[in-house]
Nanobody, 122 residues
Framework: DVQLVESGGGLVQAGGSLRLSCAASGLTFDHSIGWFRQVPGKEREGVSFIRSVDGNTYYADSVKGRFTISSDNAKNTVYLQMNSLKAEDTAVYYC????????????????WGQGTQVTVSS
């Protein structure tokens, strides 16, 4: 069974940085991991995705140029480096896994972590 544990969230000032980690177990060889975020009362937003078969990465327009997703396959860990943080980045951030080699944006993401809170003060 797939298990995901996020960490690295916290409180930062606007313009600051955080690095989120998603430690995974039980992953298939071919998979994608996505970072999502959600604010209470709003729909969950896909932030960034990485595909294991080729390492391709994807970013939402709202974070492009500020966030970087990376994967340490030996550690089964995916990171989200968040720079130049803005107040609107405040959310609970989740990582999730999609099995297979399809385009990460297609989903489905069947396994989710518990989330980690990111709060950006302005």
């Amino acid at each position: 069974d797939v298990q995901l544990v996020e960490s690295g969230g916290g409180l930062v000032q606007a313009g600051g940085s955080l690095r989120l980690s998603c430690a995974a177990s039980g992953l298939t060889f071919d998979h994608s991991i996505g970072w999502f975020r959600q604010v209470p009362g709003k729909e969950r937003e896909g932030v960034s995705f990485i595909r294991s078969v080729d390492g391709n990465t994807y970013y939402a327009d709202s974070v492009k140029g500020r966030f970087t997703i990376s994967s340490d396959n030996a550690k089964n860990t995916v990171y989200l480096q968040m720079n130049s943080l803005k107040a609107e980045d405040t959310a609970v951030y989740y990582c999730a896994v999609m099995a297979g080699t399809g385009a990460p944006l297609y989903g489905p993401y069947d396994d989710w972590g518990q989330g980690t809170q990111v709060t950006v003060s302005s």
